[in-house]
């Protein structure tokens, strides 16, 4: 069963730029490598300029599993982590 997540995320006032361009080069590796990703994309908030919302689906839970461990991920993480003003809250959910 395809699994989906909302993952919301606060970035720092003036680093929205360099977030953006970040996320770019993260999206283009996931959506290029993850055949088990069925799309990835980056949504700015039109009420909050500083709030970002990546939407995802995989095919399987073992997809969303394996994207985590990607060493591209695991690298994009620790670059954007300097621009994030908190910790992204993540919600997953099921197909239908």
């Not at 953006?20 to 009420?47: D, I, M, P, T, W």
């Not at 300029?49 to 689906?57: A, C, D, H, N």
């Not at 969303?64 to 910790?87: C, P, S």
């Amino acid at each position: 069963m395809a699994i989906g997540v909302i993952a919301t995320l606060k970035i720092q006032e003036g680093k929205n730029a360099e977030f953006e361009a970040a996320f770019q080069g993260l999206a283009a590796q996931v959506n290029a490598k993850e055949a088990g990703c069925v799309f990835y994309a980056l949504h700015r908030s039109k009420s909050d300029p500083q709030e970002y919302k990546v939407l995802e689906q995989y095919a399987t839970e073992a997809d969303l599993a394996a994207h985590g461990q990607t060493e591209y991920f695991q690298e994009a993480n620790k670059a954007m982590a300097t621009m994030v003003a908190a910790a992204p809250h993540i919600e997953l959910l099921d197909a239908v």
